[in-house]
Each structure stands twice: as C-alpha cells, then as structure tokens.
Nanobody
C-alpha cells in the first residue's frame, strides 16, 4: 500500500478558505472510504469528513457541516476537502486515511494507512 499524501494546508485569516487534497493513487484494496481527521495541539484526533468509494456518500462532523465539502477529483485521483468560513478553532493538523473496516464512520480505529498530515492555521 502507498501512504496517502496530504497537501494544501497553510495560514489563513478567519472567514477565509483553503482546499486540502489527499492523493489516493495507492489505496488499499479493502478500503471502503476515505476520511479526513484533524488534531489540534493537546487534543485527540477527531473526525472531520468522509466519503465512500462506492456511491460517493459523504459524512461530516457537526462542527464543519455547511462549511466543509469533501469530494473526489477523478482527474487528479485525489479526495479533496474544501474548507470555507474557517474559524480559529479549525486550526489543526489535518490527516487523511482509508477506512478498511465497516462501522461508525467517525471511528478512527476503523481507519488505516494514515498520511503525514498538513498544517492548517486560522488566525483571528
């Protein structure tokens, strides 16, 4: 398996936008979804969004619903996370990972093959 590679992080002012990408060309055969998670300093890693490979069903954490959009770019073979109306509390390292077992979509123990992460910093 090839580790996913995240990109697109950076520094942005509150209210701004960023688009993260997760390159998925080497995804695991058993993978059934791709998820985005984030981890802020001193906090546990938390679910942000996910998209299933079959059917393209999307899921979002309540904290980002209506502001973030997860999508698949077939041309670039990436799963992207468009983040709008960013808030300082969105500051974190963002990771993508493959869900390899079925279960609750936000259960990070069901995910494997994590990327290295990309830093997102939102200034107030």
């Amino acid at each position: 398996q090839v580790q996913p590679v995240e990109s697109g992080g950076g520094l942005v002012q509150a209210g701004g936008s960023l688009k993260l990408s997760c390159a998925t060309s080497g995804r695991t055969v058993s993978s059934n979804a791709m998820g985005w998670f984030r981890q802020a300093p001193g906090k546990v890693r938390e679910f942000v969004a996910a998209r299933t490979w079959n059917g393209g069903i999307t899921y979002y954490a309540d904290s980002v619903k209506g502001r973030f959009t997860i999508s698949r770019d077939y041309t670039r073979d990436t799963v992207d996370l468009q983040m709008n109306s960013l808030k300082p509390e969105d500051t974190a390292v963002y990771y993508c990972a493959e869900r390899i077992r079925y279960g609750t979509i936000d259960d990070l123990t069901l995910y494997s093959n994590w990327g290295q992460g990309t830093q997102v910093t939102v200034s107030s």
